[in-house]
């Protein structure tokens, strides 16, 4: 079953504006991943977050992370039409092991 | 290679047909896993390697999946008498090492559709 829940299942906004998906999980983390998906195919790793983290910054990314909650956001600030993508969060546990359990994604589509 | 690259990138069959799904993963890499992406939803994982063992095989959905990897590199996941349930993109990622904080590096994926 996946562990991570995404929301909102799909965000629209306008170029420039900062976009925000949540990911709610059930188990405990050793770490929780963003990952980006472009046209159903390949994805792309985004950023890493450990569970002793609580936030984290690359580029336009920035990544909150509460483990009292079970819960990440991943803000990208000064969207750009290029952003449109599903991006999905990815977490693994003490009794996962190497395996990652991806959530239900969120599509976002930046408008120009 | 520069990348991961899976084979064929689509693949339409009829049901009852066995599959053979390719990966190649990117050179060097020793962990190797596959995904499977319904329509519209989230990866489901399905086994991963190490080297060309199969530590855990825990998400394969039924004994008409399976997979090997041979010589540390290229994998195949096999799916015997294809279902229509089966339908669904197969992405495989590769890792410098089985460990989760090691970047997985996705495939292209194969769209399988089964009539």
């Known amino acids: 079953s996946q562990q991570g829940e995404e929301d909102p299942q799909a965000l629209s906004i306008q170029e420039g504006e900062n976009a925000t998906m949540n990911c709610s999980y059930k188990t405990s983390i050793n770490n929780l991943q963003w990952y980006r998906q472009n046209s159903g195919r390949g994805l792309v790793h985004l950023i890493l977050?450990?569970?002793?983290?609580r936030e984290k910054h690359s580029g336009r990314l920035r990544v909150t992370l509460d483990t009292s909650k079970k819960s990440s956001s991943l803000l990208i600030t000064a969207s750009r039409a290029a952003d449109t993508a599903s991006y999905f969060c990815a977490t693994d546990g003490e009794t996962s092991g190497s395996r990652l359990t991806f959530g239900e994604g969120t599509q976002l589509t930046v408008n120009p | 290679g520069a990348g991961v690259s899976q084979s064929p990138s689509n693949k339409v069959t009829e049901k009852g047909k066995d599959v053979e799904l390719r990966c190649d993963p990117i050179?060097?890499?020793?962990?190797l896993y596959w995904y499977r992406q319904s329509l519209g939803q989230g990866l489901e994982f399905l086994i991963y390697f190490q080297g060309n063992s199969a530590p855990d095989k825990s998400g394969l959905p039924s004994d008409r999946f399976s997979a090997e990897r041979t010589g540390g590199s290229v994998s195949t996941l096999t799916i015997q008498r294809t279902q229509q349930e089966d339908s669904a993109v197969y992405l495989c990622?590769?890792?410098?090492?089985?460990?989760?904080?090691?970047?997985?590096?996705f495939g292209p994926g194969t769209r399988l559709t089964v009539l």
């Open positions: 990622a590769s890792s410098f090492r089985a460990s989760p904080t090691d970047t997985q590096y």
């Open positions: 050179s060097g890499h020793t962990a």
């Open positions: 977050i450990r569970s002793n983290e």
